[in-house]
């Protein structure tokens, strides 16, 4: 009987408690499970490549049959199961919340294991993810909704009973997240007075930008209560998406910043002629559907990114992924096809007002 432990420094001692090799035997992966505390096994290879899993069930099956307890775990092991790339973590709580596999294991390029996903690690993830705070950028002049905002700044924009601002925050609240930093500039005073006024101070903390810096400069002063990781949204874009997706995703990926993308489609009502350099028709396509992916305006980010923002100047979000990419770091983009409202335009505020039967 093999009764070694699979390790190797692409294991970690976190999960090496989960693996053991396709040689060890029924009695040992009996042990490891009751050690474990867990009802599933990884099943690894001499080049610790992920070949099978074991469950508590597959053994008491074995034992009912009256198998030999020494007998290889790659004799009963279940060689079909389901098992994701590291880039597509994000897609393991859907797996599960289906309720088909209870456990999903992580793998990199080579099908080495590098984590296994349960449902009491989402619940975790969960839990530790809403502790993370949300920073708005609330300071803009909103010259998209003038003349409007020339009386009232686009955070208070009123929408149906609420507000632009209350909104958002309110659909972050009703993700669990709790702690907020709006950074305000034009017409601040009013925005404070609106909150204080309104009862609307817990966990609000507002961040004051003297001079106009930017859809990314004002993130120079932020508190370093903010922490190691933030989700930052503009004020006038409400995403309605699990938010967690997004963290998961920018975890997953080891990116400085990550992107909430949103699909778009555009149906061309016309044919489309293709050109070559000198204007000679080269194809047509009648009435062609293009697909592309925006920026929804909301962001998940590392602290250590406020280090690549200049400090007191106008600093715009493009400039930002430019540097970042420039610099050779990770900047990744979370694609989703739910719903997003943008509604620093007018026409798209429009939209939403007749959506919730209010009408400008």
Known sequence: MNNRSVQNEHISSDMDKYCISETDS?????????????????????????????TDGDIRRELLRKRDIEIKVSEFMNTR???LHVSQRHRAEEIIMKGKFQ???????????????????????AKHAKALP????????????????????????????STMIELIIT??????FKDFYIIVNYMKELIKSYFYENSLMDGISFVDEDEF????????LLPESVGERFLLTNCDVLVKTDMNKLIQAHAAE???????????????????????AESNVISVEEKPTYSYVVISGVYMLSGSILD??????????????????????KVHCHVTSDEWLDMGQFKEYRKLLQHLGVFL
């Open 134 to 161: 949300v920073v708005i950028m609330a300071g803009g002049k909103g010259s998209r909704l003038t003349p409007l905002t020339s009386v009232i700044p686009k955070p208070l924009v009123p929408v149906g009973e």
């Open 26 to 54: 029924m009695l040992f992966a009996l042990a490891k499970l009751n050690k474990a505390g867990s009802r599933v096994l990884l099943v690894v290879n001499d080049h610790k490549k992920l070949v099978g899993i074991i």
């Open 308 to 329: 690549h923002i200049p400090a007191n100047q106008d600093f715009g979000m493009d400039k930002l992924i430019a540097a970042l990419l420039e610099k050779g770091k």
């Open 81 to 83: 199961f389901t098992a």
């Open 103 to 125: 456990e999903v294991p992580i793998l990199d390029d080579a099908g080495v294991v590098l984590d296994l996903v349960t449902l009491a690690s989402l619940h975790r993830e």
């Open 213 to 220: 810096m930017g859809t990314a400069g004002g993130l120079r």
């Open 171 to 176: 659909y972050f609240r009703s993700q669990g």
């Open 254 to 276: 080891d990116a400085e910043l990550t992107i909430l993308g949103i699909n778009r489609v555009m149906d061309i009502p016309y044919g489309v002629i293709g050109l070559d």
